[in-house]
């Protein structure tokens, strides 16, 4: 806010439109640089897992073995930070716990 000479204390509606405009162009050009890496161990996301070709998409139920039910990180699936792969989790969860108690 300082940045874009604009009253932090300000509610948006009640910024101006050249307010807006300074607000919104330092926004879009603001830049962070990563001065290191956590641990793997502190990741918030790995790759790979249980190809989803194995795997019925509506259930997440696998095709190789019945009974077995996939869900989140266990399957080869990840997004962007954002909570992507929680909603996937939460999805899939949701998909896998339908299918088990829908199965024979």
Known sequence: MKKSNVDGDKKLYDLTSKEKIRLYKNLKQFRCKAK?????????????????????????????????????????????????????????GMLAGKGASESD
Do not use: R
Not at 54 to 63: D, F
């Open 36 to 92: 290191e890496v956590a641990s793997f161990n502190e990741a918030q996301v790995c790759s790979g897992g249980v190809p989803l070709n194995e795997v019925n998409p509506k259930t997440m139920a696998s095709t190789k073995v019945k009974g077995l039910y996939f869900t989140g990180e266990l399957l080869d699936v990840d997004g962007v930070c954002g909570g992507y792969n929680l909603a996937f989790a939460w999805i899939s």
